[in-house]
């Protein structure tokens, strides 16, 4: 049986990728790359697996949202940064 053709995906791309996959955040077709691209790397199928378990031991990202004065702080910090790289 011949190995499947090799994608235009690299490494690096999967690596940047993986988090919308694993939401199921990708479009169909970067979905197919990147699935494609698994099936010849060792070492993105690797990857792929212990980014799941690492997710699965710590349960995710805290999507809480950080206490009122913090969050002020923060929103008025992007707002200065914002500001700054529109002038």
């Not at 993986?18 to 010849?40: C, I, K, N, Q, S």
Request: charged share 35%; proline share 7%; with cysteine.
């Amino acid at each position: 049986m011949a190995m499947p053709e090799k994608t235009d995906l690299t490494c690096n791309e999967l690596v940047e990728l993986v988090t919308d996959y694993l939401e199921g955040a990708l479009p169909t077709h970067d979905r197919l790359d990147f699935e494609h691209h698994l099936v010849w790397c060792s070492w993105c199928r690797d990857y792929l697996d212990h980014m799941r378990r690492t997710i699965e031991l710590t349960g995710g990202p805290d999507e809480s949202e950080p206490p009122s004065p913090l969050r002020e702080q923060l929103l008025d910090a992007f707002k200065d940064w914002k500001r700054t790289r529109e002038t």
